[in-house]
């Protein structure tokens, strides 16, 4: 499908929509990085010639700026609501890398996960389960509302399926991190890009604000249910030692492999149906560029006072992700 625009001399003017390709090539403008121009022949009125444009080296990490230097400093201004637990919800195009895994023949929300390459997301060990058939798998991508057709979206059969193999092996969801590789790659444009990796050597201190995103519930009732569009919230990463102690007393483990993040009045949290997505944080001083810190692993209820979000740690499955998609991308 083509745009609405014409690029003229560096600037877009206004022309009819049109059909058939006839031709791709590179195109340059600037300092401007690499397009593919796809001229349609097939217009309806022959003086309006249109493009459509899909970059091909895209950063990583970036949304739309509006920001905020604020107590949640990189973030929106926005009216506080009760979404994903204590946060607010998204705007279209606001989180471009989040995606939605579907299961089965109908296509059920199931986890999310995060865009990390053009052919591969990052989730939990834990939404995989024993479900490593590709073939019960949809990866939605470039969405903001779950059951809204979106023109920006595009939606992604799953070619392999790669679980930590470690997970749950001696400690309760450790390791729980895994990787879909996409049927094919996607086309990045400014609502469908992927979040940056953190280096191996990232270390999220206490007090780090991160934002965790997802169509999780609001809060952990039965009655409940999943969450129409993208909610968003705000929570502090904790001092590993401090949450084990606030865990001590129910028999579980926050290992170097995960990290929590919460309030100790609570408040604020992920939720069921957020599994899976991505605790997104800023590196020092740049509030531009996201990165996954954490993905949501497990958590006791949702949002209650010393019972924190609890996150596989990115950093430390750095060079693990890079292992895996390098060894799985050339075939």
């Known amino acids: 499908v083509a745009n609405y625009s014409r690029l003229l001399q560096g600037k877009d003017i206004q022309s009819p929509p049109v059909y058939d390709t006839t031709a791709i090539w590179r195109f340059n403008q600037h300092k401007r990085p690499k397009n593919l121009i796809l001229e349609f022949g ?11 444009l899909s ?3 895209y950063v990583c990490g970036r949304v739309r700026k509006t920001y905020d230097a604020g107590e949640n400093s990189g973030r929106r201004r926005k009216q506080k609501q009760n979404r994903i637990v204590g946060g607010v919800p998204s705007k279209p195009g606001d989180w471009p890398f989040l995606a939605a895994l579907l299961g089965g023949p109908e296509e059920v929300f199931y986890c999310a996960g995060v865009l990390i390459a053009d052919q591969w997301v990052l989730t939990a060990s834990h939404c995989v389960g024993n479900h490593s058939d590709v073939n019960g798998w949809t990866i939605q991508l470039g969405i903001t509302r779950r059951h809204a057709h979106s023109f920006y979206g595009q939606k992604m059969k799953v070619k392999r399926v790669v679980p930590h193999p470690l997970y749950n092996i001696g400690v309760a969801h450790d390791n729980d991190i895994a990787l879909f590789q996409l049927s094919s790659r996607v086309t990045f444009h400014e609502h469908l890009s992927p979040v940056c990796l953190p280096p191996a050597n990232k270390e999220l201190k206490p007090g780090t604000k991160c934002t965790v995103i997802g169509w999780g519930k609001k809060e952990d009732t039965g009655l409940s249910e999943y969450e129409p569009e993208i909610n968003e919230v705000v929570v502090p990463v904790l001092n590993r030692d401090l949450c084990n102690s606030w865990l001590e007393n129910r028999d579980l483990n926050v290992t170097e492999g995960m990290i929590c993040a919460g309030y100790k009045e609570g408040g604020k949290d992920a939720c069921q149906g957020d599994s ?9 001083g740049d509030t531009e560029t996201w990165f996954v810190g954490g993905i949501v692993s497990w958590g006791i209820k949702c949002a209650h006072p010393h019972l924190p979000g609890v996150y596989a740690y990115v950093p430390k499955y750095k060079k693990w992700i890079e292992q895996q998609i390098a060894k799985y991308s050339g075939d």
Do not use: A, F, R
């Not at 097939?42 to 493009?51: A, D, G, L, Q």
């Not at 899976?276 to 020092?284: F, I, Q, R, S, V």
């Open 55 to 57: 970059c091909t080296n």
């Open 276 to 284: 899976g997505g991505p605790l997104l944080c800023h590196e020092n």
């Open 42 to 52: 097939s217009c309806p009125e022959k003086n309006y010639p249109t493009v459509q």
